[in-house]
């Protein structure tokens, strides 16, 4: 009998056709919010817990905490339910109310603080007083190797080795360094492409660090290119995504294909996956498709 852990992973991998007009150049959509937990953060949240138990770092009566800007709390309240395990979760306050109410409906208990900074400081203080075992998705070598042992693999599958680039969005940079990891290694020509946010702009999930900040994890050689995506074109493709492609995603989502498609105008022919990290509905209540 399969257990809810074993539907993370092997996700759908769709062709946007109606967005672009280059024929000898295919963009594919990777749709993470088919997970269980609802994003692409399933696969770190459990790659961490479980590695974690099997290390015995942590055991059933370890309290955990961990900040984030919202999907990786779902998919860690969610799978320490499942392993029975408490968790203190540590958002931004300006989280929207659906990623604060499905954390405390898995159980969890949800700190809310001024910035994500905030948040990531809170958590180390508890995590150095030795009162919570803080996961850090930062710093964990388990949030890229999820990538490197699922995702990486099952685009290199789906596509059949015809990649050619790999567009994701970086915040945490687990998704895209996990990914670099397998796909060079496959084929070392593979282009990793990462997007940042414009110096103003706000996209949940894609992150412009401060240095003081900038995840442990994130290793620059293994990003080829680096590309800018403005709040506006974010929201924008976001709800064309929905409207045009039928493919309901949230602002991450729609700044990583803005990226893929500005890409996809530079190139005579070749094979782009991109990563649709969640679902749309973790967003109705903000203004992102109104």
């Given at each position: 009998m399969a257990s809810l852990l074993d539907f993370i992973g092997n996700t759908p991998l769709v062709e946007i056709t109606r967005l672009h007009n280059n024929p000898k150049v295919k963009i594919f959509g990777k749709l993470e919010g088919h997970n269980p937990g609802g994003s692409v953060k399933d696969r770190?949240?459990?790659?961490?817990?479980?590695?974690?138990?099997?290390?015995?770092?942590?055991?059933?009566?370890?309290?955990?905490?961990?900040?984030?800007?919202?999907?990786?709390?779902?998919a860690l309240a969610m799978i320490a339910r499942l392993y029975d395990l408490t968790i203190e979760l540590v958002m931004p306050q300006n989280s929207?109310?659906?990623?604060?109410?499905?954390?405390?409906?898995?159980?969890?208990?949800?700190?809310?603080?001024?910035?994500?900074?905030?948040?990531?400081?809170?958590?180390?203080?508890?995590?150095?007083?030795?009162?919570?075992?803080?996961?850090?998705?930062?710093?964990?070598p388990d949030n890229y190797l999820a990538h490197y042992k699922g995702t990486g693999p099952e685009i290199w599958r789906d596509t059949n080795g015809t990649i050619t680039h790999f567009v994701s969005s970086m915040?945490?940079?687990?998704?895209?360094m996990g990914n670099s990891l397998y796909l060079k290694e496959q084929n070392p020509n593979i282009q990793i492409v990462g997007c940042q946010p414009t110096e103003?702009?706000?996209?949940?999930?894609?992150?412009?660090?401060?240095t003081e900040y900038l995840p442990k994890i994130f290793d620059p050689s293994r990003v080829d290119r680096t590309m800018d995506v403005a709040e506006a074109d974010a929201v924008a493709m976001t709800r064309q995504l929905a409207r045009v492609e039928g493919i309901f995603g949230g602002m991450?989502?729609?700044?990583?294909?803005?990226?893929?498609?500005?890409?996809?105008?530079?190139l005579?022919?070749?094979?782009?996956?991109?990563?649709?990290?969640d679902r749309g509905d973790r967003y109705l209540s903000s203004e992102l498709f109104g």
């Amino acid at each position: 009998m399969a257990s809810l852990l074993d539907f993370i992973g092997n996700t759908p991998l769709v062709e946007i056709t109606r967005l672009h007009n280059n024929p000898k150049v295919k963009i594919f959509g990777k749709l993470e919010g088919h997970n269980p937990g609802g994003s692409v953060k399933d696969r770190p949240a459990l790659n961490m817990i479980r590695s974690a138990l099997e290390r015995g770092d942590i055991q059933s009566n370890t309290s955990l905490i961990e900040a984030t800007s919202g999907n990786t709390g779902i998919a860690l309240a969610m799978i320490a339910r499942l392993y029975d395990l408490t968790i203190e979760l540590v958002m931004p306050q300006n989280s929207t109310r659906e990623r604060v109410l499905t954390m405390e409906a898995f159980g969890a208990k949800v700190t809310l603080l001024e910035s994500i900074e905030a948040c990531r400081d809170y958590a180390q203080n508890k995590a150095d007083a030795g009162t919570h075992y803080q996961l850090n998705q930062f710093a964990n070598p388990d949030n890229y190797l999820a990538h490197y042992k699922g995702t990486g693999p099952e685009i290199w599958r789906d596509t059949n080795g015809t990649i050619t680039h790999f567009v994701s969005s970086m915040g945490t940079t687990g998704t895209i360094m996990g990914n670099s990891l397998y796909l060079k290694e496959q084929n070392p020509n593979i282009q990793i492409v990462g997007c940042q946010p414009t110096e103003g702009s706000s996209i949940p999930g894609i992150r412009r660090w401060p240095t003081e900040y900038l995840p442990k994890i994130f290793d620059p050689s293994r990003v080829d290119r680096t590309m800018d995506v403005a709040e506006a074109d974010a929201v924008a493709m976001t709800r064309q995504l929905a409207r045009v492609e039928g493919i309901f995603g949230g602002m991450s989502s729609g700044g990583c294909v803005s990226a893929a498609l500005k890409l996809a105008s530079e190139l005579e022919s070749g094979v782009i996956v991109c990563i649709i990290c969640d679902r749309g509905d973790r967003y109705l209540s903000s203004e992102l498709f109104g």
